[in-house]
């Protein structure tokens, strides 16, 4: 039968739970078990998909469609398994489902509350669909303590009366800060949010505390002693050089080990944590090292573009390099010459975006790495601006612009208004809902045969997740290729751009999907890995 294991924070936010929740994952499929991880999010917003990447970070979106919370990134990057829509919940998400029930009369006659319908919801999303693993993990988003969460935290402690005994576990995620003045760590916090914990009928089963130094014993008895757990369930996990050294981090602190111990689990095969320590030695002992320039909207907030960074990690993985990255704001090219900000870099990459602001720096810096003959990545909304360039310079259309940001007598690219999705027609207008309305998840597309695409991926028919609006305008196809500016990359109908790249130039693709969205650092995604290595050509130049 299934067991559960349930990871909560405490003391501050963003002390990394999908990480460790990922890295638990791993460590127990090292073992040969079963995982899943599922992500529960407290917020009122049905999904991310409307929320700011400042005020989230990245969206993530699933094969199916699914707009997510960036932890579920780390899921599948760890354990290379697909999640889907059933992998993440909101509050949002509950209690529209609740409502709509109520409405239809689904519960007529009954005054409904957060306890049990609510309850009951989140346990049913927590149950559903597990019936062939081992091990499902439950993230609970937010921090011990927010109210917000309280439904989750009751719907979990139900869920543990409710189960076989022994087949739920509680670890519970805390910050043990260091106070220079004291020169000690302190454990007081940790005590505190463990005892919110235990007021509301939780007791964590296992303490994994972070800390930039490692845990005194004399520190781990008195958590030991006042948190009510045993002392070898106080798990240190202490920073690390990169998130791909956190699972052997992790084992080698014994968080695996007292998980199964904590389930009564006796005689557990060993992990087989080979490629881990292969990944670790490639991202710690680099041969060589490249610089990247990431042009974009969100470069103050990092995370707006994590699977992004991973994929480029992976990119150097696979080459046998560092890959250091230069953040750049767009709007600074809309003031200054990109020259003195590029002419030091080995690639050039736009990614994913929405909006006006700082459109016209990206276009500049597409012009930039297209006349230096710099390797260039334009990823979604980096596309876009790369068609708009090769429009404006190569056709001399001065106006070409996209009609996301104004009416324009050159739309070269236009709000996409309808689509076929599973054999469905999709129907969108200008001034419809923007939650969940854009084309989302896989979608299939044919490559040109001999083209830099088809080389790459090394086959013609290929499966990407997309997240956009607004569509490339096939009818200015004809006259960019004569320019030499290619459409390489088409949906199945042959209406839909999926990519361009230029010819005579080292390496310059854009593409209207996110393959970051679907590379692993054991299954590096061929565009990043042939990018990075057309930027270590590029360094060999220099």
């Known amino acids: 039968m299934t067991r559960y294991i349930f990871i909560t924070g405490g003391v501050v936010s963003s002390l990394g739970k999908g990480l460790a929740s990922a890295s638990l994952g791993a460590l127990l499929q090292a073992r040969g078990y079963k995982v899943r991880l599922r992500k529960l999010d407290p917020y009122l917003n049905v999904d991310p998909g409307t929320m700011s990447p400042y005020e989230h970070g990245e969206c993530y979106v699933t094969d199916d469609g699914a707009e997510t919370d960036l ?34 009369g689904d519960y007529l006659g009954t005054t409904i509350q957060v306890i049990p319908h609510v309850t009951n919801r989140i346990k049913e999303f927590i149950l559903h669909g597990n019936e062939d693993l081992d091990f499902v993990l439950v993230e609970i988003g937010g921090t011990v303590g927010d109210i917000e969460g309280l439904p989750f935290f009751e719907a979990i402690r139900q869920l543990k009366q409710q189960l076989p005994r022994g087949h739920a576990v509680f670890v519970h995620l805390t910050l043990l800060p260091f106070i220079a003045s004291a020169g000690e760590l302190k454990t007081k916090p940790t005590q505190h949010s463990v005892a919110e914990l235990r007021s509301i009928g939780i007791q964590p089963d296992v303490l994994l505390c972070r800390s930039d130094r490692p845990i005194p014993s004399e520190e781990r008895h008195k958590l030991s002693l006042f948190c009510n757990v045993r002392e070898s369930a106080v798990v240190e996990a202490l920073d690390a050089k990169s998130i791909y050294d956190v699972p052997l981090a992790y084992h080698a602190a014994g968080l695996d080990t007292e998980i199964l111990a904590a389930f009564e689990i006796n005689g557990a095969p060993e992990p087989d944590l080979g490629r881990w320590e292969e990944i670790s030695d490639r991202i710690n002992n680099p041969e060589g090292e490249v610089t990247i320039a990431i042009v974009g909207k969100y470069t103050e907030w990092v995370d707006s573009y994590k699977s992004v960074i991973e994929a480029l990690t992976h990119g150097g993985i696979a080459n046998k390099v560092r890959v250091n990255l230069k953040w750049i704001g767009s709007e600074l090219f809309e003031a200054e010459d990109p020259a003195s900000h590029l002419e030091d870099v080995d690639g050039i990459l736009i990614p994913g975006g929405f909006g006006e602001r700082g459109i016209e720096g990206m276009i500049n810096a597409v012009r930039y790495a297209r006349e230096h003959r710099i390797p260039f990545f334009g990823i979604c909304f980096g596309m876009q601006m790369a068609v708009i360039e090769a429009s404006r310079s190569l056709l001399g259309l001065k106006e070409a612009n996209s009609t996301e940001f104004r009416p324009t007598p050159e739309p070269v690219v236009g709000l996409l208004t309808e689509w076929v999705a599973g054999g469905v027609v999709h129907r969108r207008a200008a001034d419809g809902d923007l939650g969940g309305t854009m084309r989302l998840g896989a979608y299939p597309a044919v490559l040109a045969s001999g083209s830099l695409a088809a080389e790459i991926y090394g086959k013609r028919e290929i499966s990407e997740r997309h997240r956009h609006r607004y569509e490339v305008n096939i009818t200015y196809r004809d006259r ?23 010819r005579n130039h080292p390496w310059f693709v854009g593409v209207q999907f996110h393959p970051e969205l679907k590379s692993r650092p054991f299954d590096v995604h061929p565009l990043f890995r042939s990018f990075i290595h057309a930027a270590l050509e590029q360094s060999r130049l220099v």
């Open 71 to 104: 932890d579920l990134g780390h899921y599948e990057r760890f354990l290379g398994r697909p999640c889907t829509k059933n992998d993440n919940i909101t509050t949002g998400r509950i209690y529209l489902d609740i409502i709509s029930r109520e409405r239809r």
């Open 480 to 502: 960019l290729e004569k320019h030499g500016f290619i459409f390489s990359g088409m949906s199945p109908d042959g209406i839909l751009p999926e990519v361009v790249e230029l």
